[in-house]
Structures are given as structure tokens and as C-alpha cells.
């Protein structure tokens, strides 16, 4: 069974989030004024995928990690944003911790 894509419904969750519109989601990464709010709704709805460079700049723009983008459920979003905002070493002691744990 194919699993559905789960970058729509990041996205929209994502730009809600930061309260800002498709249109200025779009303008602000790039995109020309005129397309921006029709480019971004094809994304939301999932017309159209977008490439991974303008993932990347979604991703930057809405103060996610890129990987966000790709969870499947809430819990793993919610990890994802999480881990990206730890430190590296704060990362390294979770990554201990959880292996400690599984033994």
C-alpha cells in the first residue's frame, strides 16, 4: 500500500504556523509576486512536489529541518523540530541515551 506523500499537509502545517500566507511564503523564498500564491497552494495541495532546492528554502524560510517535511505523523514532525534545535553535543547524549535504553 502506498503511503500518502507527506509534504502537503508539512507544509501548509509549517507556514500556518509561522502565520505568514502562501503568496509571502513564496515571494520569500523566491518566487516572482505574480505565481508565488499559485505556486505555493499547487505545493499545499499537492498538485505539484517541489524540487529539494525549493524544499530547502521552505524549509529555512519556516524555521524547520528539511526532514519535517517528510514525517509521516505528528509525534515524528514534533521529534524532528526538536533534535534540529538541540545542540550537537545535546544531539550526542540523546543519541547515547536511546541506545542505552534499547539494550
Do not use: W
Not at 70 to 75: A, I, K, R, T
Not at 81 to 96: D, R
Amino acid at each position: 500500500m502506498a503511503h500518502p506523500n507527506p509534504i502537503p499537509d508539512r507544509l501548509k502545517a509549517a507556514r500556518t504556523k509561522a502565520g505568514i500566507t502562501q503568496r509571502e511564503l513564496g515571494i520569500r523564498i523566491g518566487m516572482e509576486p505574480s505565481s508565488a500564491s499559485g505556486r505555493m497552494n499547487h505545493y499545499e495541495k499537492g498538485r505539484h512536489i517541489p524540487d529539494i532546492d525549493t524544499l530547502k528554502r521552505m524549509a529555512d524560510e519556516l524555521g524547520v529541518p528539511i526532514n519535517y517535511f517528510f514525517c509521516e505523523n505528528e509525534m515524528t514532525a514534533e521529534l524532528a523540530c526538536l533534535i534540529a534545535s538541540m545542540t550537537e553535543e545535546q544531539q550526542a547524549e540523546l543519541i547515547a541515551t536511546l541506545k542505552k535504553s534499547q539494550l
